[in-house]
């Protein structure tokens, strides 16, 4: 049996994805394949060099070291020499959102590994918010500590990852829409100099400015989406934008008051019910948690293009549906809409990409299959 050592970093308490990790290894250890020896917590991740950022989990078994990055993109890895060093004391880094062409400029490409997608979930047991708890009590963090006691047995109930499993079919179908717009605002760059250190004053600027276009872009698009939804669609588009002081200033009149988008428990029951999911990227390009919990929920959806590589390689036209521009969203919707047949084999696809690469224990074995094959 495989002795696991767990390790993250509390300060990254707000990436819930994280979550799915602990999962997946406490399902495993139900299962009787691994041992958690010992879950912990640590903040030398980045002040030590260890890795390019905080938002890791680290697993160290059978003399081997494994880390999973749980990072939106790849805005931390500026240089990538730099990574490839980072690299040389790790055994195999699993990258959520991984991209193939990142991946051809390490001379240690061999270590660096597709993840599957994660999304927000739990179980019985989950170390997760226990660490956290761990993490705030050691910085003093009373009151967060406190509140997260007092949650941490409901998230493990509502959130349990079953919960999210569906796999239904209706004759008839809804959109669901619920995304959120980012603040616009041009981060200093001597704000930005200090997150990224290694960076000149230059570069600090140069990237402040693209971050900056990024959000306007993202926020442009999911605005674009929600009018299409709204205009086109009417009745049939459930949910919006989120309210939000941005939302307020760039289009008030696509903030949403629906509680089945507003509350998170109402959401989750959605998701199983008769409705094709509209998805947008989020930052930094990733593919967000909405992903993983429409693949557990079994639904047909629409998608930006993904840019990057979903591990499984998930096909467009079966699991999911792709759109480029509002043209191209009403006029793929329209075709759903009216051919149900193809919305329930898409439904099924997803089922069993679910099954096959995304619920938190399968998406953990393959992982300890790559790194202990003498094992798995």
């Known amino acids: 049996m495989l ?3 767990l390790t993250m970093d509390p300060s990254c308490a707000w990436v819930w994805s994280m979550s799915s990790i602990f999962v997946g290894f406490r399902v495993l250890e139900k299962a009787g394949l691994l041992r958690i020896k010992k879950a912990r917590v640590t903040h030398d991740f980045l002040s030590g060099g260890h890795y390019p950022h905080r938002q890791i989990v680290e697993l160290r078994a059978d003399g081997k070291t494994i880390a999973y990055d749980m990072a939106d993109g790849y805005q931390d890895f500026d240089i990538p020499e730099l990574f490839d060093k980072q690299l040389e004391s790790v055994d195999f880094y699993f990258k959520s959102n991984y991209s193939e062409e990142f991946a051809a400029k390490l001379k240690n490409k061999d270590k660096f590994k597709n993840c599957a997608i994660a999304y927000d979930c ?5 170390p997760f918010e226990s660490l956290l708890i761990k993490g705030y009590l050691a910085d003093k963090r009373y009151k967060d500590a406190a509140y997260t006691l007092a949650i941490s047995q409901r998230r493990q109930k509502n959130f349990d990852y079953r919960s999210f499993e569906a796999d239904n079919h209706f004759d008839d ?18 704000r930005m100099s200090e997150y990224y250190p290694h960076l000149s004053h230059a570069q600090a600027k140069e990237k402040a400015e693209q971050t900056y276009e990024m959000i306007r872009s993202i926020n442009r698009r999911r605005i674009e989406t929600a009018r299409v939804l709204k205009e086109e ?3 049939l588009a459930v949910g919006g934008l989120s309210g939000s002081e941005t939302a307020a200033k760039l289009a008030p009149d696509l903030i949403t008051d629906d509680e089945c988008v507003l509350n998170r428990r109402k959401y989750l029951d959605c ?35 993904f840019l990057f590589s979903p591990y499984g390689d998930p096909k467009e036209g079966v699991n999911y549906f792709a759109y480029t521009d509002a043209d191209s969203l009403a006029q793929t919707i329209s075709k759903l809409l009216t051919d149900v047949d193809l919305v329930h084999r898409s439904e099924e696809a997803n089922h069993t990409f679910y099954q096959e690469y995304i619920r938190p224990d399968v998406r953990i074995l393959a992982t300890l299959k790559t790194a202990f094959p003498d094992k798995f």
């Open 122 to 126: 739990s179980c019985p047991g989950n």
């Open 271 to 305: 998701l199983k019910e008769n409705y094709i999911h509209v998805l947008s990227m989020g930052l930094h390009g990733c593919i967000g948690a909405r992903y993983g919990e429409t693949f557990a929920a079994g639904r047909a959806f629409l998608t930006d293009p």
């Open 3 to 5: 002795d696991c050592v």
């Open 233 to 235: 669609f009417g009745d």
């Open 173 to 190: 179908y809804k959109l669901l829409f619920w995304s959120r717009l980012w603040a616009e605002e041009l981060i200093p760059t001597e």
